[in-house]
């Protein structure tokens, strides 16, 4: 990373224009920052509200050239960044943050749970798969039953299924695409909890308060935070933290899902390498939120304070929940984010809420 911080009027590249681009982008503006937005769709809601768009494939060499004339640095709003594209913005000259280690890590489910044992993180026991019969041999190893995951990509409960029975590997396998997985002995948690926390160019680490987390269907419907955690748990949280970014030698803002055993020991379940939904609740419950430490970090800006000033309870707004704008805007503790989706499919995130309360 370059050794001054970027001064205002620079520009900030964000691969990736849905809603974390949305309000990345508004987070940058708010510091004098430009953006410059590379996604495949020509009207998309980060587009809308940055100086620039460069409409083509993530990793299509012309729209990442033009790209890299535009930004001073790139970061993304996803994990599934071709690695193409970080390998080519970086031959161009271009800095990107975070850098590709971490878009290799979190990219595969095998090498970020090898990664997180590696750098003192816990996770569940797990087993690799290539195809049915070794599936089938994995849940033997692990006991049944066990989650099954494609390695690569899938989100929101997508690209997953608990095999019950060895015998229903093989099978389970193919429905979840035939693709190389993972296979995860479950974890006796007793809630899913989250921290989100950021590392600047120098080293610099600042921690947010923790969040408690409830999902339906597979996709995030609540956060609670500050949660209510002892000064251990907290303090287990803080150190894999610490542990992960530093292994990574990451800049910017990262989301750590976490399971909270009966004992009150922590495992982490995945790393995020970017802002995540699960820190929405900064936006009205801290000083400095999520967005804005990103920018702050990939720029090489100090960081900001992490404290939390209120309780929030973060919602997410699926499909035509987001109707409802008017009723929710007229709540005097709610705080309304609607991130300019055209279609309100069902279950798709159209906006969230934050409800305050006095901490």
Request: charge should be negative.
């Amino acid at each position: 990373m370059t050794a001054s911080p970027l001064p205002p009027g620079s520009t900030i590249g964000i691969l990736g224009g849905g809603q974390l681009g949305r309000m990345l982008a508004l987070a940058a503006g708010r510091l004098g920052f430009d953006v410059a937005i590379l996604d495949p769709e020509p009207n998309g809601p980060a587009s809308r509200v940055s100086a620039h768009t460069v409409v083509g494939a993530y990793d299509d060499p012309e729209a990442l050239a033009q790209l890299a004339k535009l930004a001073d640095v790139v970061t993304y709003e996803f994990e599934n960044v071709p690695a193409l594209a970080v390998e080519r913005l970086t031959q161009l000259g271009v800095l990107v943050a975070p850098g590709a280690r971490a878009l290799a890590v979190a990219q595969d489910r095998v090498e970020e749970k090898t990664f997180l044992n590696g750098a003192g993180a816990p996770t569940v026991a797990f087993v690799a798969a290539d195809d049915g019969e070794a599936a089938r041999e994995a849940v033997a190893a692990l006991g049944a039953p066990a989650l099954m995951k494609t390695r690569r990509e899938g989100y929101d409960g997508k690209g997953q299924m608990w095999v019950e029975h060895v015998a229903d590997a093989p099978a389970a396998f193919e429905k979840v695409g035939g693709k190389p997985v993972i296979l995860e002995a479950p974890a006796d948690f007793v809630r899913e909890l989250s921290v989100i926390a950021a590392r600047g160019r120098d080293g610099e680490i600042a921690v947010y308060p923790m969040a408690e987390n409830h999902h339906e269907k597979g996709v995030l419907r609540r956060s609670f935070a500050p949660a209510e955690v002892s000064k251990e748990t907290a303090g287990q949280a803080e150190r894999i933290a610490a542990q992960v970014l530093t292994a990574l030698d990451y800049v910017g803002v990262i989301g750590i899902e976490l399971f909270e055993l009966k004992d009150g020991k922590l495992l982490v379940n995945e790393i995020a390498p970017r802002v995540h939904n699960t820190g929405h609740w900064t936006m009205d419950g801290c000083e400095v939120d999520q967005f804005e430490q990103h920018i702050r970090a990939v720029a090489g800006w100090p960081l900001g304070p992490t404290h939390a000033h209120a309780k929030v309870e973060m919602l997410n707004l699926l499909g035509k929940e987001a109707d409802a704008w008017a009723k929710l805007a007229g709540e005097p503790e709610t705080r309304v984010h609607l991130y300019g989706k055209r279609d309100a499919k069902p279950g798709r995130k159209m906006g969230h809420v934050n409800r305050l309360k006095p901490l």
